[in-house]
């Protein structure tokens, strides 16, 4: 973890010597944010409730997905990128260095930008909780920052397993980014409007389910739509566990089982 903070302050200190640059980037990361957060409050300017979901019931669902994704992408976002290190003989070296080449790969050109996209999502998802008559008992006051943390956990995760991919396939990063920034995209509104199958493949292949909506539903304290069980509710710490080594048991074996290109 120290190392991953060392790396990660020194590519921030060299972007920061050019502070105008990092200003309007960061500012684009958050406009694109907004922009996503406008497409929702459009949705909702034409009807009152989406799948039963209210504007403010959706606007928790969204904050919560975004904002875990946010993180993430900060946190993890440069592993996708692993395809192109091993084309260039680059992982090469970060195997022979003594720093893991996960946070090697995870700080390289890492950007303070990348925070821009929490400010938004953050914002939707305070206002949604302003707005919601949500009964805060002292679990519930607990459960909030712990859902925060598993969803950014289960995003890690699943960017780390969609990367590996690229152990097998050199040119699969778009198919990992079709799962990760897709799924982004999917989690952002309640769940029940895909329909059953669609929630069941989300809960139980890839579990982002439990990065907003089953969180949303414990907070709202309203049963599933789609009438899976409640006990899902309690489970995105364990999923985030469970997935976290999932991920580091599949990057220990593609690192086993890679060879060199030889660049």
Request: hydrophobic share 55%; proline share 6%.
């Amino acid at each position: 973890m120290l190392t991953y903070l060392r790396l990660a302050w020194t590519w921030s200190r060299a972007l920061a010597q050019y502070p105008a640059s990092l200003a309007m980037l960061t500012a684009a990361q958050a406009a694109a944010t907004a922009a996503e957060l406008c497409a929702v409050l459009f949705v909702f300017g034409h009807t009152e409730r989406l799948a039963g979901f209210t504007l403010h019931e959706a606007l928790l669902v969204y904050g919560l997905a975004a904002l875990a994704f946010s993180l993430a992408d900060t946190l993890l976002g440069s592993v996708d990128r692993l395809g192109e290190h091993i084309r260039a003989g680059s992982f090469d070296v970060m195997l022979v260095r003594p720093v893991p080449a996960l946070v090697q790969i995870a700080t390289d050109g890492f950007s303070p930008r990348r925070l821009g996209k929490t400010v938004p999502s953050a914002a939707a998802l305070g206002w949604a909780l302003w707005e919601l008559p949500i009964d805060w008992t002292p679990l519930r006051v607990a459960a909030l920052p712990a859902f925060v943390v598993s969803g950014t956990v289960v995003c890690c995760s699943i960017w780390v397993i969609g990367a590996c991919l690229q152990f097998a396939v050199v040119d699969a990063r778009e198919v990992a980014n079709s799962v990760t920034y897709g799924g982004q995209a999917l989690t952002q509104y309640p769940l029940a409007v895909y329909g059953r199958d669609a929630a069941r493949a989300f809960t139980f292949v890839v579990p982002l389910a439990f990065v907003s909506w089953q969180p949303a539903l414990y907070l709202l304290d309203r049963p599933d739509p789609l009438g899976m069980g409640a006990w899902l509710r309690a489970a995105p710490p364990g999923v985030a566990v469970g997935l976290a080594l999932l991920a580091a048991a599949v990057w220990r074996s593609g690192v086993r089982r890679y060879r060199s290109t030889g660049s």
